[in-house]
């Protein structure tokens, strides 16, 4: 028997379950919190660990209740997973965390990038469809800012091993899980390059748990440390270095509810954020949704209106260019016809591609508003629909009771008669929440 089928036998058979005293002064601390009452008694109760992650969650107006941003999907995922640095120490991790029969194992365990992005999820196959009701999957971003108090995210945050335990979670769909996380550094230069967990039931927060993990992960250092110098030892050609650009190993195009749209472009070595105008970003979003490429005429009927003139667009291509040579000359538009040379994905396409997954609450959640709201641009109205008409589908035709109650708070649903309408027919009978849905139903019909 392994160190580590030793350490799970040992976590399946300690059931022991904290005082209920104590969880629900956790549970009273975080709803005081939450309420903005940070001088309440209760909270100096709570570890200091947890209480200061809680505070800089909430300062960072993180939901409380928010499923985590899919960043990650499909074709896109495995090739970062496979350019990852910890892409080659999964074997060693499986063998120390997972016994021989995984699969039932008790146990997820999950590895993510220095971004809090999970990358790979394995295990208990029971308990990964569980976990994937909160939004506990590959390519989800479970970083501290995202949200909240996590073992992974303050793990990442604070450069250590952490563990968390039911309620000390910040966002309350984790409250039925335990984890216990450690970052994974670069053993030369110290940086951060993901983190590992274990998630499970309270027993995942012991004692050798956290030896565990943290044993894992100093392993890991070390394998990487010996495969480095083992590649610098075959090879006695000097390393040169270009100095050209890195490659854009992944750019993502941000404009749900926001009116001037932000492009997060991710090299090998940096990660670079630029604020666009909202011309530029009718462009690209544009050129991402018509991957295939457009005709000069057929970008300024989308941009501008059938009256402009496809001289107007080409001053503002030029402008465009520059930009995008500073910043990611991989993304500059080729011409006849105008087209990206790489692939450019966009917050929209991610909930359309949730959507489309079934994964409702997560899509819902990811669907932070309108797109571009305030663009006139003709192109950009046509797409703002498309995503909303395909939300609104999927909520009044799939969603769960509530997913369609969280709908019914966003803006688009907000007046959607309806969706208030089938809400109340799902609702049960004696539900305190039908109520407040006649009177919202009674406004709209009146109004």
């Known amino acids: 028997m392994t160190m580590g089928d030793t350490v799970i036998a040992s976590w399946q058979t300690s059931r022991d379950n904290p005082p209920e005293a104590s969880r629900l002064l956790i549970e009273r601390a975080h709803e005081e919190l939450i309420a903005g009452n940070l001088d309440d008694q209760r909270l100096q109760q709570v570890r200091p660990l947890v209480r200061e992650s809680w505070v800089r969650s909430w300062r960072g107006r993180v939901g409380p209740e928010e499923a985590p941003r899919l960043e990650l999907v499909s074709d896109e995922l495995d090739a970062y997973r496979l350019a990852h640095p910890l892409a080659s120490a999964m074997d060693m991790i499986r063998a120390l965390l997972l016994p021989g029969e ?107 748990a956290r030896l565990l993990v943290d044993a894992t992960a100093r392993a890991v250092e070390s394998e990487l440390m010996v495969a480095r110098l083992r590649e610098r030892s075959e090879t006695r050609r000097p390393t040169t270095f270009s100095s050209r650009a890195k490659p854009t190993r992944r750019a993502t195009l941000h404009v749900l509810g926001r009116d001037r749209a932000r492009l997060e472009v991710e090299t090998e070595l940096e990660e670079s954020v630029i604020e666009l105008t909202a011309r530029h970003a009718a462009i690209l979003l544009m050129l991402a949704v018509h991957r295939q490429g457009l005709s000069a005429e057929r970008l300024s009927d ?120 089938l809400a109340l027919e799902m609702l049960p009978a004696r539900s305190p929440k039908r109520a407040g849905l006649v009177a919202r139903i009674e406004r709209i019909e009146a109004g």
């Open 302 to 421: 989308l941009v501008y209106g059938e009256e402009a003139s496809p001289d107007t667009l080409r001053p503002e291509m030029v402008r465009l260019r520059k930009v995008l040579e500073k910043h990611a000359p991989d993304l500059v538009p080729e011409s006849r016809p105008y087209r990206l040379p790489v692939t450019l994905e966009t917050d929209a396409h991610d909930v359309l591609s949730l959507l489309d997954r079934g994964a409702h609450r997560v899509a819902l959640t990811a669907y932070r508003g309108a797109v571009l709201p305030e663009s006139t641009s003709p192109g950009v109205e046509e797409f703002r629909d498309v995503v909303r008409a395909a939300l609104r589908e999927v909520m009044l035709s799939e969603a769960s009771l509530d997913v369609l109650l969280a709908y019914a708070e966003i803006p688009e649903g907000q007046g959607d008669a309806e969706a208030l309408r």
């Open 102 to 208: 995984s699969e039932d194992s008790g146990v997820v365990i999950a590895v993510g990038d220095q971004a809090g992005r999970l990358l790979w999820i394995e295990g208990d196959r029971q308990l990964q469809s569980l976990t994937d009701g909160m939004g506990f999957v590959a390519g989800a971003n479970w970083a501290e800012d995202a949200v909240g108090t996590t073992a992974p995210g303050t793990a990442l945050a604070l450069g250590h091993t952490v563990q968390i335990k039911g309620a000390e979670h910040y966002n309350r769909l984790v409250h039925p899980w335990s984890c216990t996380a450690a970052p994974v550094h670069d053993p030369e230069t110290r940086r951060v390059l993901g983190v590992i967990d274990i998630t499970g039931g309270d027993e995942v927060v012991s004692t050798q």
